[in-house]
């Protein structure tokens, strides 16, 4: 066992400060960090756990939320005014883990828990440049049907597993961080990176910086939306695919969207070409098929997952003729 120290922040300045040392980690509910702890993955010489700060769900007057980072996954998915007006997360949340998972997990756990690319989590033999930058990656010839087929690169073809950013990807919203320097907002969308030739990097996030909130803008549209996950199986999977979706229609016409996909790529994946094909568009079944299309259009098949990428279209359709209402 790796030896660490182990503290309690107080609150999100003492956070920081505390973990103003190398190979520190923030602890949440420890559901993805023990465990990579367990297999070595990781090895912090600190853990600052931060439970202890805010998770109070602020209802704010311009009908924004902000969620504090420590507030439990289930404790989002059942609130109230995330139910009634953001519906999306509560359903994208309780299609993730299992209760005693969600029970335990926190929002910010959840925003930068790690690939559950399985050669990642195999240090006994394994090629990963994400594990060891340099190394090679053993996903792009080997057992890749989980794997990406957007956004990815020869070094890594990972995919950001959590279901919560996916909606929180389409939902606009924007992260509230506190770092060494001070503190900055940064959108969801811009948070995660695509792997390139740094598959090691997750985030943008700089070494030591806290996420301390999410805030989700108003969205007046944001109840008339659906999450729905394709797995291997009903509980305890990961997506294979998943799409969110919130879709403002008036007499079959699309006057406003937001989409996003999960599964596919290193990061919760926006869709901007199809929300840019589809706004102020009739929402026929041709319309809703071309911007599916063209939103994959640039997906790149690994040897085991071509699948996916028919597999991202027809949800997508399928999602969006439910909300539309399914016009010829
Ligand atoms: C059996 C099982 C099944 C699962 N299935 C799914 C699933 O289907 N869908 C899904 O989305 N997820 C799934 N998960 C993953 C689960 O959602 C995550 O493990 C969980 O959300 C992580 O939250 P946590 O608070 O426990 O994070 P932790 O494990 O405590 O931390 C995760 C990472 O976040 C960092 N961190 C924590 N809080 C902060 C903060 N405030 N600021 C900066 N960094 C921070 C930690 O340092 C660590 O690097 C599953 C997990 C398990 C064990
Ligand atoms: S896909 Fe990424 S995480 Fe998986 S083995 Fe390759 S480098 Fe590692």
Not at 55 to 61: G, Q, V, Y
Not at 160 to 182: E, F, I, K, R
């Amino acid at each position: 066992m790796t030896p660490f120290t182990f503290t309690r922040a107080a609150d999100a300045f003492d956070a920081v400060q505390r973990a103003g040392q190398p190979e520190a980690r923030y602890l949440g509910g420890g559901t993805n960090l023990v465990d990579l702890m367990r297999e070595t993955i990781e090895r912090p010489q600190a853990l600052v756990d931060v439970t202890g700060l805010s998770r109070a769900i602020e209802e704010r007057p311009d009908g924004s939320l902000l969620i504090g980072a420590a507030a439990k996954n289930t404790a989002v998915a059942e609130h109230r005014a995330v139910r009634e007006r953001f519906p999306l997360l509560s359903r994208a949340i309780l299609a993730g883990a299992s209760a005693q998972v969600r029970n335990m997990a926190t929002v910010g756990g959840n925003v930068l828990q790690r690939t559950r690319c399985t050669y990642f989590y195999d240090d006994d033999g394994a090629r990963c440049n994400k594990r060891k930058p340099g190394q090679g990656c053993d996903a792009v010839d080997g057992f890749n049907r989980n794997h990406a087929i957007l956004g990815a690169s020869d070094a890594c073809v990972a995919t950001h597993p959590s279901d919560m950013c996916v909606a929180l990807a389409a939902l606009d919203a924007v992260v509230h961080l506190q770092g060494a320097q001070g503190t900055r907002t940064l959108r969801l969308t811009d948070l995660h990176r695509l792997p390139e030739d740094r598959p090691e990097l997750d985030t943008v996030l700089a070494p030591g910086e806290l996420i301390t909130a999410i805030e989700l803008p108003a969205l007046p549209f944001a109840r008339h939306a659906a999450y729905r996950k394709v797995r291997d199986r009903s509980s305890y999977a990961f997506a294979l695919v998943s799409v969110a979706a919130a879709v403002d229609v008036e007499d079959g016409v699309v006057r406003d969207l937001r989409l996003a996909l999960g599964g596919v790529a290193h990061k919760p994946w926006r869709a901007w070409i199809a929300e840019s094909m589809l706004k102020s568009q009739p929402a026929t079944a041709d319309n809703l098929r071309a911007a599916a299309r063209a939103e994959l259009a640039a997906a790149r098949p690994l040897s085991d997952n071509a699948f996916k990428i028919a597999l991202a279209e027809r949800t997508l359709v399928a999602v969006l003729e439910g909300l539309t209402g399914g016009q010829p």
